[in-house]
């Protein structure tokens, strides 16, 4: 490749911050894989979040860059996996796989997109200097015509009113996107720096504590909790399901939860999640069962389900919170059996199509 910006280039990132901020410009925060994409020609490159070439596993991608992009340019946005009206994260985490048979047949099942947000090269042209609102200007002309015939390949949509931000803060969810970016009009790229800023949804929910996994550095210690909420099981009884994880403790608290949590350290044979009492229910190896947990430890120390915490978590996904939910508190206040999914806010639909039109 010969382009004015060569890989490895490192993604410019955001900081979390509590509300949306004013006079900016304002994007959906696509929930997907972050990508840096490199066209010179016939060549084609995709850059992963932390620099290593993922274009192996997306090889219907790759043609449509081909069709769809300027001939000479880098591009930075996501990989996303769009199923119906909504994005399927479980869909696009098992596109990474070793095998070239199985990442052929997943390309033709489970096709990705690219969702284009910022242009750092155009022709003989850096870009990473220019402020983001001329960027933004140039990715539109340049990227935005000659991708409008490929359907794998868009620009995201922007806004700089602050009040349509919010509206697409509130109704994007539905489509299973991951909340909000700002980003300073005038503000060049800088790699690897958090100069823009998201906003994720926010909401706790109260589950029971049924087990936890070892710390991997002191195994004696608690790694993280198993979150179970109580859901209605095949036989018309009710089951409790894995909803997802806690962690984020110091080493300290770490070894404390450990103290704390050993009067309930119980047998597998009759806990809610012996395998032989699950059913079709959601089990902690389940829930550990993806392209992301192949080779980890996934056994756990079960606890009885008499304890109940809160946690903050941003989203679901399907049955289980999207990501790692953050401890907020004990709740010994709470009864077990009424925590359920039922607490739980619902998102309402909204059409992905109608984002990326």
Known sequence: ?????????????????????????????????????????????IGSRNTKSIKRYFPELAEAFLAGLPERCVLDGEIVV???????????????????????????ETPASFVAFDLLALGDTSLVDTPFAER???LEDAV????ASVAAVHVTPTTTDVDE?????????????DGLIA?????????????????????????VVAGYRPYAAEPTAVGS??????????DGGTALAAVGVASAFSRERRRTLAAELAPLVTDLAGHPWAPERMGDI???????????????????????????VEVRYDQLEGPRFRHTAQFVRFRPDRDPDSCTYAQLEETVRYDLSQILR
């Open 144 to 147: 935005g015509a000659t991708a």
């Open 225 to 234: 909790l198993l979150l179970g909420l109580h859901t209605e099981a095949p």
């Open 82 to 108: 769009p199923m119906g009206d909504r994005l399927d994260w479980a869909a696009l985490g098992q596109r990474v796989h070793p095998a070239a048979s199985r990442i052929r047949l997943l390309a033709e």
């Open 183 to 207: 980003k300073p009009l005038d503000v060049p790229y800088q790699q690897d720096k958090r100069v823009m800023f998201k906003v994720k949804h926010d909401r706790t929910a109260d589950c």
């Open 165 to 177: 931000a919010g509206r697409w803060f509130e109704t994007f969810e539905g489509a299973g996107l």
């Open 1 to 45: 490749m010969d382009l004015p910006v060569l890989p490895p280039v490192k993604p410019m990132l955001a900081r979390a911050v509590a509300k949306i901020p004013a006079g900016m410009s304002y994007e959906p925060k696509w929930d997907g894989f972050r990508s840096i994409v490199f066209r010179d020609g016939d060549e084609i490159e």
């Open 282 to 308: 959601r089990t902690p190896w389940e829930a550990g069962e993806s392209r992301w947990g192949k080779g980890k430890d996934l056994s756990f120390v079960p606890l009885r389900p008499e304890l109940v």
């Open 136 to 138: 933004r200007r140039l």
